[in-house]
C-alpha cells in the first residue's frame, strides 16, 4: 500500500467528485480511479458506494477516512521532524522548479536576492510542474517556484497552501533572424504554406498557455508541427538553428534578442500573440502540530512577504 493512495483517497472523501479530485491531485481521472480500486484491493472491500451520486463513502470507507487523517498527519509530522535533523547544521532552503525557470528565471533571481536580502544557501530540484508541485505537496520541498495564469492555475488548496507574486514573465513567439536581423519566418503563415511549429509536449504548462494564445488571437494561425519537447531551452536551441516558430519565455531568450539572434515572428499590427503571466513562490502554511519553517525558509517568506506587500502599496 502507497501513502499517496490515502492522500487520494482523503481527497476523494472530502471533495466527493472524482474528476475533482483527479485535478487537485495532478493525475488523470483514469490514473486517479486506478489508485482508489487499489487502495480497495488493498483493504479487501468496497471503500466508495459506486451506484450513488455524488461520491459516498461506504461505512468502511468512512472508517478508513477518520483513520488516514491519523495516519498522514502523523507521517508527515515525522517527516518533517527527519528532515529537519538532516537539514539542521546547514539551513538549506530547498526549492522545487519547473525546468524553463530553473534555466531562466532562478539563477538571476538568486543573484538578486543576496544583494537584496542576503546570502542564502540553496538547492534547486528542477522538475516539470507537475513533479514540482508534487513535491511541495508531499512535504519535498520548502519552496516551489512556477508560472501563474488565470486559465491555468495550479490547484493548490488555498487552505493548506500560500503563494507570493516574485516577478512577471511573457510568452511569445520568436524565429530565428537572417543576416539583415529579420525573421526567417513571419506569422501568420497561410492554409497552403503553415509555418513549421516548434511546440510543447502534451501536457506542457507552456504548452497549455500557447494554445490559450493561439485560441484567443483575433487572426487565425498556421502552423505545422515539426518538433515538440517539454522544455524550452530545448525549443529555443531549435529556433535558433532555424527550424521552425517557439513560443518562449522572454527571459529565456533576452541575450539572444540582444544579440538579434531571435526577433518576434509577429509582424507589425498582429495583436494577441503575447501573454502574461505571473511567477510564484509557494509554501505549505504553518499548521498545528506539524513543524515550524526552518529559520532560513521562514526568514525569506517574510523578507518575500513584505517586499510583495510594498509593491502592492506603492500600486
Known amino acids: 500500500m502507497e501513502t499517496k493512495w490515502l492522500e487520494d483517497f482523503v481527497s476523494l472523501a472530502e471533495t466527493r467528485s472524482f474528476s475533482r479530485s483527479a485535478q487537485l491531485r495532478h493525475v488523470t481521472q483514469p490514473a486517479f480511479s486506478r489508485r482508489i480500486q487499489a487502495l480497495e484491493a488493498w483493504a479487501g472491500v468496497d471503500l466508495v458506494d459506486r451506484s450513488s451520486y455524488p461520491t459516498r463513502l461506504t461505512p468502511a470507507g468512512e472508517t ?21 535533523h538532516a537539514s539542521a547544521a546547514q539551513d538549506v532552503i530547498e526549492f522545487a522548479v519547473p525546468h524553463t525557470l530553473a534555466f531562466t528565471f532562478f539563477p538571476a533571481w538568486v543573484s538578486g536576492l543576496r544583494e537584496s536580502f542576503g546570502p542564502i544557501k540553496s538547492r534547486l530540484i528542477a522538475l516539470n510542474v507537475h513533479d514540482a508541485a508534487m513535491r511541495l505537496v508531499e512535504g519535498g520541498c520548502d519552496l516551489l517556484i512556477a508560472y501563474h495564469h488565470a486559465s491555468q492555475p495550479l490547484q493548490l488548496d488555498a487552505d493548506r497552501y500560500e503563494f507570493v507574486t516574485l516577478g512577471q514573465e511573457s510568452l511569445a513567439p520568436y524565429v530565428k533572424a537572417d543576416a539583415h536581423g529579420q525573421p526567417l519566418l513571419r506569422l501568420p503563415g497561410s492554409p497552403g ?23 484567443q488571437c483575433g487572426q487565425a494561425i498556421h502552423l505545422d508541427r515539426v518538433y515538440e519537447t517539454d522544455m524550452a531551452e530545448g525549443l529555443k536551441v531549435m529556433a535558433l538553428e532555424g527550424h521552425g516558430v517557439a513560443f518562449l519565455p522572454n527571459s529565456a531568450v533576452r541575450k539572444e534578442l540582444r544579440a538579434r539572434k531571435l526577433v518576434s515572428a509577429a509582424p507589425p499590427g498582429l495583436q494577441g500573440l503575447e501573454l502574461a503571466m505571473e511567477i510564484r513562490a509557494y509554501r505549505q502554511k504553518p499548521q498545528g502540530r506539524e513543524a515550524p519553517p526552518r529559520h532560513a525558509a521562514q526568514a525569506l517568506w517574510d523578507f518575500l512577504a513584505a517586499r510583495t506587500a510594498a509593491r502592492t502599496v506603492v500600486r
Request: proline content about 7%; aromatic content about 10%; overall charge positive.
Open 64 to 84: 478508513l477516512y477518520a483513520q488516514s487523517l491519523d495516519m498522514l498527519q502523523a507521517l508527515q509530522s515525522t517527516r518533517a521532524m527527519l528532515r529537519a
Open 193 to 215: 504554406q503553415p509555418l513549421p511549429y516548434l511546440g510543447y509536449a502534451p501536457g506542457a504548462y507552456l504548452g497549455r498557455v500557447t494554445e490559450l494564445i493561439l485560441k
